[in-house]
């Protein structure tokens, strides 16, 4: 099953960010303005989670963490650490191909003010759960912020309380993936230098050591 199989672009499940999507798309006819499919190699064994696409870049461009801040640090690491063609992810006809890595988020709809309510990542948890189903043995999942960690867990029908968020950990999932969290490269989070390019850095040092490890 790829992911091609279970993601719904025409999914209306969640009727506020329904409503808002079409407000949005009154106000941005260009946008893509729907839910944001993921992105990257079907066959991956890392998956990075983020929380929802955001008002002028996934919503915008139809890709996850494309044309907006989010999207620098986490692009550029992908670079660096071989899962990407190109440093930069502006729009879909940019050519950026990425290799044993694929991108997505726990909402799949944009929520006003980029703040997803409980019942909304509850109803979209099936599509994540269903995600992480298609990946190999011994993946890793890449949890960007504390909602994206918590909705991993969901999908694997454990207690939040299974594993506490915290940056740079490591927690040994059911099925033998591995969860590694990271603060969310948000716009917030690297102006306030709670997170560097550093810091993330060293997160994908961590994952590509994991991934090595059970090659």
Do not use: W
Request: some cysteine; aromatic content about 10%.
């Amino acid at each position: 099953m790829t992911y091609s199989s279970y993601f719904k672009q025409d999914c209306r499940a969640c009727p506020r960010l329904s409503e808002f999507l079409g407000e949005v798309r009154a106000k941005y006819p260009d946008y893509h303005a729907l839910p944001v499919a993921p992105f990257g190699d079907p066959e991956a064994r890392l998956l990075v989670v983020g929380l929802a696409p955001g008002m002028h870049g996934a919503n915008a461009t139809g890709r996850p963490f494309t044309g907006d801040y989010a999207g620098l640090l986490l692009y550029q690491a992908l670079y660096d650490f071989g899962y990407s063609n190109q440093l930069a992810s502006t729009n879909l006809a940019d050519g950026l191909q990425l290799s044993n890595c694929r991108i997505t988020n726990a909402v799949k709809c944009l929520p006003p003010q980029n703040k997803p309510t409980g019942d909304e990542i509850k109803q979209c948890n099936p599509y994540l759960t269903a995600e992480i189903k298609t990946l190999p043995k011994h993946s890793v999942i890449l949890a960007l912020g504390n909602i994206a960690h918590q909705a991993v867990l969901r999908a694997y029908g454990l207690k939040s309380s299974a594993a506490k968020f915290a940056h740079h950990v490591s927690f040994q999932l059911p099925d033998g993936n591995t969860l590694v969290s990271s603060y969310h490269c948000s716009r917030y989070n690297v102006q306030t230098k709670r997170l560097s390019m550093e810091m993330l850095a060293a997160v994908f040092v961590t994952i590509q050591n994991l991934l090595a490890a059970r090659d």
